[in-house]
């Protein structure tokens, strides 16, 4: 039995660090120390159906379609690849500027929806329509205000499916701007995609992001489409992957030429309820994938109040608590650091213990999007 009060505080302190270490050491390095490379000359170009659901999106379109129907995607000089873009009931001149550059791609259509699907709110519908209409059995999709960062987007990312992948997940990091909100906005996204994407390296995967996401239609029709969720306005991506997802079927491209990259937002109130409405989804994650999640999240909040409170004790406890504490330092740092660097954001290392601190007001604003419905809306 722990009758001092310091030993409890310090074990509890050991525990919680422990947890956080065993995140950090066996899930979260699968991204750090990512090494697969990808073939830029030969790879295999299978047909692939590009897919991006547009509203209001003119001058997104405008800037970004461009990239994404000229990828070096070919065979004998003939695109092995076609795009699709389906305009969900635009209000400005969307419809206009896709009319407008069919004649110059043929591997290029569009897709008019006039009519709102009644009780499916957010993308969902358009996405369905879109996924229907495609000719190929793998499809890339991505947003229309995301840029590729190269010509071999589509190609890096094709090379995801492999016989027994049926899902690929990429990489959609946010521009880098000036200002503080930016290097939050960015971190999260970092943060984020560390979790995701080391879980489904390790047969966990529990979401994927609809900026870089890719699948088979065949998966997508089997599993009934997003029937289970349509009501939810978001949910397209994660909670697809969520449902969909086995220990096996999942891959992982890591490539700094295979991301897409989307503009941030500029307010700190349009960052608050873009994050609100992604999280609303979360509760609807798999039990396991709730737990291990929860799990994490709560011990990385305790974390620094528990040091804090292992600290008012005399030594050797507060001795021991220093040397627990700089051990996590130094995983955490290192495993940080090169995963910085392998998603190319190794600029925010200088700031990632401040945001590791300001985690704890992020899960404090952020649980109750976990708990209350959002409103349904793109």
Request: hydrophobic share 40%; charged share 20%; with cysteine.
């Amino acid at each position: 039995m722990l009758d001092n009060p310091g030993e409890i505080a310090l074990y509890f302190f050991a525990t919680v660090a422990g947890i956080q270490i065993i995140y950090f050491l066996f899930i979260f390095s699968r991204v750090a120390f990512y090494s697969r490379k990808f073939d830029l000359d030969h790879a295999p170009e299978g047909p692939v159906s590009v897919i991006i659901c547009a509203k209001d999106e003119e001058l997104n379109l405008q800037k970004n379609l461009p990239l994404v129907l000229q990828q070096r995607y070919h065979q004998h000089l003939k695109p092995t690849y076609e795009v699709i873009v389906v305009n969900d009931n635009s209000e400005d001149d969307t419809r206009y500027y896709l009319r407008s550059i069919e004649p110059g791609y043929p591997h290029y259509r569009h897709i008019e929806i006039k009519q709102a699907a009644k009780f499916i709110p957010g993308k969902k519908y358009p996405l369905s329509i879109g996924l229907k209409g495609a000719q190929y059995e793998h499809v890339l999709l991505t947003d229309a205000d995301c840029k590729p960062s190269s010509t071999y987007w589509l190609s890096i990312m094709s090379q995801g499916f492999t016989d027994d992948k049926d899902i690929v997940l990429g990489y959609s990091p946010y521009h880098k701007k000036p200002g503080f909100l930016n290097k939050v906005i960015r971190y999260e996204t970092f943060f984020s995609a560390l979790q995701h994407l080391s879980f489904a390296m390790s047969g966990m995967a529990y979401m994927g992001v609809g900026r870089n996401l890719a699948y088979k239609r065949e998966l997508f029709f089997r599993h009934k489409g997003f029937t289970s969720h349509q009501h939810l306005a978001s949910g397209d991506d994660d909670l697809f992957v969520n449902a969909a997802a086995t220990r096996k079927n999942v891959g992982v491209v890591i490539d700094k030429q295979a991301f897409t990259f989307s503009e941030p937002k500029q307010t700190w109130g349009s960052w608050f309820r873009q994050k609100t409405r992604h999280m609303s989804t979360g509760k609807h994650y798999r039990f396991g994938h709730k737990f291990v999640l929860g799990l994490f999240s709560l011990t990385h909040f305790l974390f620094y109040p528990a040091f804090i409170a292992a600290l008012f004790f005399p030594p050797p406890i507060i001795w021991l608590a220093l040397g627990i504490f700089g051990l996590k330092v130094l995983i955490q740092s290192i495993i940080t650091y090169t995963a910085m660097r392998r998603l190319e954001e190794s600029d925010l290392f200088k700031y990632s213990w401040l945001m590791d601190i300001l985690m704890v007001l992020y899960y404090i604003i952020f649980t109750p999007a976990l708990m209350f419905r959002s409103k349904n809306r793109w």
